[in-house]
């Protein structure tokens, strides 16, 4: 836990070598001296907003170096959040191939702090959600969270630039948190007990939680879909969850 | 949960929108997700948007399901009433 940290915004290099916007919170050096792991966070579909960054800082908190690309900057760099989210779905949208990419260039910047004790964790937000599960079918990641990402199983609306994840779970790389809500539509209950029998099928190791009295955005403090008991405990249960995925070891490289 | 639809509509005309300056209409996006601002965990959002003038220039709606069909219908009343010799 740091009682200190420092954030800013930076540049980091994306998919295809584009230079991207990104939000970096890291603890004080003498709260959390490292070597440590690090947390990427991928953003909801709404934008890299505040709620957003608020998140970064309560993984700083935590005592980990964290980050948040802004996957809508190639689209509109220094707009709004909101009007960048409208922009970019005018234009259909984050390609998957450009989310990993930018995913990459943010977890090779994590990785190549010098606090770094090497290990990553990655969480997302809604359509997040999804990209986390995709980043951790793909990259080279040590824990990853699923907050109620929707369509990592089930059918996306057609048009989608966006597929189902399922051909790609045999492919997890590391074990993933799943959090939930019942109420939930997308993903419902059905599609949640789906990727649990699949990841179960393929050996994946994996802990989900679903909560009562709760839907879709259950942690969006600034939205009425807030609910505090399933939030406070998923906060308790992902502080766990990278707890024991990202802290340091005897065995753990230091450094880049 | 983000619904990834999105519907797109060419548009001529004007809306008045940031700093209260009118500004020409090319486009309008349409599609029924979370909300910025309304107090909805959905609402049917419109972009009504010149994309020459950048990503602030769009005037957004964020309405309840029910208040956009009532917007349909008011839109369709008001074609509707428009004098036969006036109708283009």
């Known amino acids: ?256 | 949960m983000c619904t990834y639809a999105t519907v797109h509509a060419d548009m001529d005309g004007s809306a008045k929108g940031p700093g209260s300056e009118w500004f020409h209409v090319t486009a309008a996006t349409v599609y029924f997700d979370h909300p910025v601002h309304a107090m909805a965990e959905h609402t049917l959002n419109i972009d009504l948007a010149d994309a020459a003038k950048g990503p602030n220039g769009r005037v957004a709606l964020e309405l309840r399901a029910d208040s956009a069909r009532a917007l349909i219908k008011a839109i369709q009343d008001a074609l509707d009433s428009v004098p036969e010799e006036l109708r283009v």
């Not at chain 1, 937000?125 to 986390?132: E, K, L, M, V």
Request: with cysteine; proline share 7%; aromatic share 8%.
């Open chain 1, 1 to 256: 836990m740091s009682e200190q940290l420092t954030a800013r915004t930076i540049q980091i290099t994306g998919a295809n070598g584009d230079e991207i916007q990104a939000y970096l919170a890291t603890p004080d050096e003498t709260d959390e001296p490292g070597p440590r792991g690090a947390v990427l966070v991928i953003h909801h579909m709404p934008g890299y907003d505040r709620a957003s960054k608020e998140i970064v800082r309560r993984f700083a908190e935590l005592g980990y170096d964290a980050i948040c690309p802004n996957l809508y900057w190639r689209e509109a760099p220094g707009a709004a959040p909101d009007d960048a989210a409208a922009v970019a779905r005018a234009q259909g949208g984050v390609p998957d191939e450009r989310l990993l990419g930018d995913a990459a260039g943010a977890i090779a910047y994590l990785r190549a702090l010098p606090t770094s004790n090497g290990k990553v964790g990655v969480i997302g937000y809604c359509s997040g959600g999804r990209q986390s599960v995709l980043v951790a079918c793909n990259l080279d990641v040590d824990a990853a969270v699923d907050c109620y990402g929707a369509f990592v199983t089930g059918t996306p609306p057609e048009g989608s630039l966006r597929t189902n994840l399922v051909d790609q779970l045999p492919n997890l790389r590391a074990p993933l948190l799943g959090m939930f809500g019942k109420d939930d539509k997308y993903p419902s209950p059905e599609h949640v007990a789906e990727l649990d029998d699949i990841l179960t099928a393929n050996g994946k190791p994996h802990d989900f939680h679903s909560y009562d009295d709760a839907g879709h955005a259950f942690f969006s403090v600034d939205r009425p879909s807030y609910r505090v008991a399933a939030a406070n405990d998923g906060w308790a249960k992902i502080a766990a969850f990278y707890g024991e995925h990202l802290a340091t070891t005897a065995s753990t490289p230091t450094g880049a």
